[in-house]
């Protein structure tokens, strides 16, 4: 079992930055960050692949809606993922949680059974116009 917790959410206004942290008990092979806005599909936004179990360069991958505003990136030392997420819209707006699995099923992703991936609690992002 892994143990992930976000910080990092809060409001800010469009065009500005926020940083997201997740601090896991230890990295998968694939640590990815979804959003969810209620009453819609939780989405993938950016995943890493690599930590302790890769043997190269990490590889990352980004939903196209926030591709060149985010960047995902990890920290083997302390375990932590982190989303910089910079020039904000206001559809941007969602919980965003932590994911973490030991295989990736492709895409921006990890485990496509998503009950197959450990999640954290979520941290909310509202960005206003």
């Known amino acids: 079992q892994v143990q992930l917790e976000e910080t990092g959410g809060g409001s800010v206004q469009s065009g500005g930055s926020l940083r997201l942290s997740c601090v896991a008990s230890?990295?998968?092979?694939?640590m990815g960050w979804f959003r969810q806005v209620s009453g819609k599909e939780r989405e993938g936004v950016a995943v890493i692949l690599g930590g302790p179990m890769a043997g190269g360069d990490d590889a990352t991958y980004y939903a196209d809606s926030v591709k060149g505003r985010f960047t995902i990136s990890s920290d083997t030392a302390t375990n932590t993922l982190y989303l910089q997420m910079d020039k904000l819209k206001p559809e941007d707006t969602a919980t965003y949680y932590c994911?973490?699995?030991?295989?990736?099923?492709?895409?921006?992703?990890?485990?496509?059974?998503?009950?197959?991936?450990?999640w954290g609690q979520g941290t909310q992002v509202t960005v206003s116009s």
């Open positions: 994911a973490a699995a030991r295989v990736w099923s492709g895409g921006v992703g990890c485990h496509r059974d998503l009950s197959e991936n450990h």
């Open positions: 230890r990295l998968s092979y694939c």
